[in-house]
């Protein structure tokens, strides 16, 4: 598939200097929003499993689901009605969250501040075949789809402190991996003069992100001593929390998973990067 994505775009360029059609260049910007699947499932139990196991809690961990885009993409007119596009861009999407906490553990209070730190960058590149609706004199429809790969980073950081054994730490995860999959939009282009038109687009893109390994690494301190952990090869999980309730969390384990009391039905977590992105922006034409 990603040969196939690089060679259509080969073939576009041969195309552009083989045949001297009209070309078209977009640059646009907007928002991203994305589905987070077994993460957002996670960040919910996260926040309903300390919200129930303690005596008070103020904050709350936020959910995955939108950021800023960029994208950029060259059109090769074939004709009046179609074209074929090749372009590329930037998204990133994160949302810093901490939550505080009060309790009781084995008769003896305490008290946490954990905070959640999230980042979710992505390189989108596609190639769309473009269909053009004249609707006015200065205005056209753009429906368009076809092939997306993407260039995703996930890193996750997470500060905490706890009075239990008084423990100051810092968890950090940190992935690379790619994703296959589909995008279709439409927009609309308003005309200022020949070359210059003003765009609007909505687009849906389908994506997902499945066994996301990287580098796990926990340092900090407590009455123990310090704390210096770390692996290369760590997953992120989502499995089934079952005591005092059943809640879905999320966690970062080796190869083999979470184990312990209460845990179940733990599976490798998948992050959905379906969903809808808003754009304008403008479109140069020669």
């Not at 969250?97 to 905070?115: E, I, K």
């Not at 789809?145 to 950090?172: K, R």
Request: aromatic share 12%; glycine share 12%.
């Amino acid at each position: 598939m990603k040969k196939a994505i690089w060679s259509i775009g080969v073939l576009l360029i041969v195309a552009t200097l083989a045949y001297p059609q009209q070309v078209s260049f977009k640059l646009k910007g907007g928002f991203s929003w994305i589905n987070g699947d077994d993460y957002n499932k996670g960040i919910a139990g996260e926040n309903q499993y300390i919200k129930d196991t303690s005596s008070t809690m103020s904050g709350a961990y936020a959910e995955l689901r939108s950021g800023m885009n960029f994208e950029a993409e060259i059109i090769v007119h074939m004709g009046p009605r179609f074209a074929f596009g090749f372009g590329g861009g930037y998204y990133r999407l994160q949302n810093d969250s901490t939550v505080t906490s009060h309790g009781v553990l084995s008769d003896a209070p305490f008290d946490a501040v954990s905070t959640y730190k999230p980042r979710l960058s992505t390189i989108p590149l596609y190639v769309n075949i473009h269909y053009l609706a004249p609707l006015t004199s200065q205005m056209k429809l753009d429906i368009y789809a076809g092939p997306l790969f993407q260039i995703v980073q996930y890193t996750f950081e997470n500060p905490s402190t706890t009075t239990i054994s008084s423990v100051n730490q810092t968890m950090t995860f940190t992935a690379s991996t790619t994703s296959i999959g589909f995008q279709g939009g439409v927009g609309l282009s308003y005309a200022i003069t020949p070359g210059l038109s003003l765009i609007a687009e909505t687009c849906y893109r389908y994506g997902t992100v499945f066994d996301l390994s990287g580098n796990w690494v926990v340092i900090g301190t407590s009455d123990a001593g310090a704390i210096n952990n770390s692996s290369d090869s760590y997953y992120m999980w989502v499995y089934n929390y079952t005591q005092g309730g059943t809640y879905t969390r999320i966690g970062y384990s080796d190869v083999n998973g979470p184990t312990g009391s209460g845990v179940s039905n733990a599976s490798k977590a998948v992050i959905r990067m379906s969903g809808i992105t808003a754009t304008i922006g403008v479109k140069f034409s020669l």
